[in-house]
C-alpha cells in the first residue's frame, strides 16, 4: 500500500467557448449566407437579362422580319400574276404595286440580314432566299417583255417563276422564320426555368440568412439578456426586405414574359400575313 493517500481525480470540464468568438463566428457565417444569397441573385438576374436579349432582341425582330418577307414576297408574286392576265399596257398600276412589295422584301431582307445571330441557321436560309428571288425577278421579267410583245411563250417564263417562288423562295423565308422561332422558343424556356430557379435559390438564401440572424439574435438574448440588437435588428429588416423584394421581381418578370410571349406573341405571329402559310 502506498503511504499517500490517493486523490481521486475530477471529470475534465471542456472549456467554455467565450461570447465573443461565437459572435465573431457567427459574423462569419452571416456574410458568408449574404454573399451566397446575392450572388444568387445576381446569377440570375444576369441570365435572365441574357436570355431576354434574346427574345426581345435577336429572335423576335428577326421573326417579325421573315414574316414581312415572306408576305411581300407572295404579294409581289400575285402582282406578276394579275399583270400577266390584263392586256399588254393596261397594268400599270400591278406594275407598280410589285416593284412596291419587292422593295419591301428587299428592306426586310436587308434588316433580318443586319440581325443574324444564330449563324448557320440564318444565313442559310437567307442565302437561299437571295439566290432563288434573283432567279425569279429574271424569269418574270422574261414574262414580262414577252408579254408586252404579245407573244405567248410568256406563260412559260411565269410557270418557271411560280415554280421558283412556291418551291424555293417562300420556304427558304419559312426556314428564317423556324430557326428563329427555334431560338425563341430555347431562349424562353431557359428564362423560365431560370426564373424558377431564382425564386428557389433567392427563398433558400435568404432564409438561411434571415434563420442565421435569428438565432444570433436569440443568443444574445441567451447570454446577455438584451431584448434587441439594433445592428441586428437593422440587418434583419434589410435582409427581408431583399429578399421579399428579389422574389416579387422574380415571380413579376416571370409573369410579365409568359404574359408577353404566350399571351401577346403567339396571337401576334399567328395573325402575321403569311405566317407559315402558302400562296
Given amino acids: 500500500m502506498s503511504a499517500f493517500p490517493q486523490v481521486e481525480s475530477e471529470p475534465a470540464v471542456a472549456p467554455k467557448v467565450s461570447t465573443p468568438v461565437l459572435l465573431r463566428v457567427s459574423a462569419c457565417v452571416i456574410c458568408v449566407l449574404a454573399l451566397l444569397c446575392f450572388l444568387a441573385v445576381r446569377s440570375e438576374v444576369n441570365e435572365h437579362r441574357a436570355g431576354m436579349k434574346t427574345i426581345g432582341v435577336d429572335a423576335a425582330p428577326s421573326i417579325i422580319e421573315a414574316q414581312k418577307i415572306r408576305a411581300n414576297l407572295a404579294d409581289m408574286h400575285a402582282n406578276t400574276a394579275n399583270a400577266l392576265l390584263h392586256p399588254p399596257g393596261k397594268y400599270d398600276k400591278t406594275l407598280s404595286d410589285y416593284e412596291k412589295r419587292r422593295v419591301q422584301a428587299t428592306k426586310a431582307i436587308l434588316e433580318a ?13 437567307l442565302l437561299r432566299l437571295l439566290d432563288a428571288l434573283g432567279r425569279y425577278e429574271a424569269e418574270a421579267a422574261k414574262a414580262f417583255v414577252l408579254h408586252q410583245r404579245n407573244e405567248k411563250d410568256f406563260m412559260l417564263y411565269h410557270r418557271q417563276a411560280d415554280q421558283i417562288m412556291s418551291k424555293e423562295v417562300l420556304p427558304a423565308a419559312d426556314d428564317l422564320d423556324k430557326a428563329n422561332r427555334k431560338e425563341l422558343d430555347h431562349s424562353y424556356a431557359t428564362v423560365r426555368g431560370g426564373s424558377l430557379r431564382a425564386i ?59 404574359t408577353a410571349k404566350e399571351d401577346a406573341f403567339e396571337s401576334i405571329h399567328v395573325l402575321l400575313p403569311g405566317a407559315g402559310g402558302s400562296v
Fill in 200 to 258: 428557389v435559390s433567392t427563398a433558400l438564401t435568404g432564409g438561411l440568412l434571415l434563420a442565421a440572424l435569428s438565432v444570433v439574435q436569440w443568443f444574445l438574448y441567451r447570454r446577455t439578456r438584451r431584448i434587441m440588437n439594433p445592428a441586428l435588428a437593422a440587418a434583419t429588416v434589410l435582409a427581408l426586405w431583399g429578399m421579399h423584394h428579389s422574389l416579387t421581381t422574380f415571380v413579376s418578370q416571370r409573369t410579365a414574359l409568359r
Fill in 113 to 125: 440580314a443586319g440581325n443574324v445571330t444564330f449563324g448557320k441557321a440564318e444565313r442559310e436560309p
